[in-house]
């Protein structure tokens, strides 16, 4: 059972990185997901909903640092709760 009075609201800008500047780790203790375009991806490393974009790693490319590269994928992004 799920109590949604206890889920804090999800924000307009979200990064699963925790060194991003828009990571909150309160909404990581729950599960939450992310559609563009009406498809739930699972793959996705930040959104913002008002700019209408998620980042997605690349699959096999790696910056300088080891981090893969991320993709812009733009469309209508929606963010609930599971």
């Not at 375009?37 to 909903?49: A, H, P, Q, S, T």
């Not at 997605?56 to 991320?70: F, I, S, W």
């Amino acid at each position: 059972m799920t109590d949604t009075t206890s889920q804090p609201a999800l924000p307009d800008r979200l990064s699963v990185n925790p060194r991003s500047p828009h990571h909150v780790a309160e909404i990581f203790e729950h599960e939450i997901g992310i559609k563009v375009n009406g498809k739930e991806r699972f793959d996705v490393e930040e959104y913002c909903v008002s700019e209408g974009w998620v980042k997605v790693p690349t699959h096999k490319a790696l910056d300088r640092r080891g981090q893969p590269l991320m993709m812009t994928v733009k469309g209508t992004v929606e963010a609930f709760y599971k």
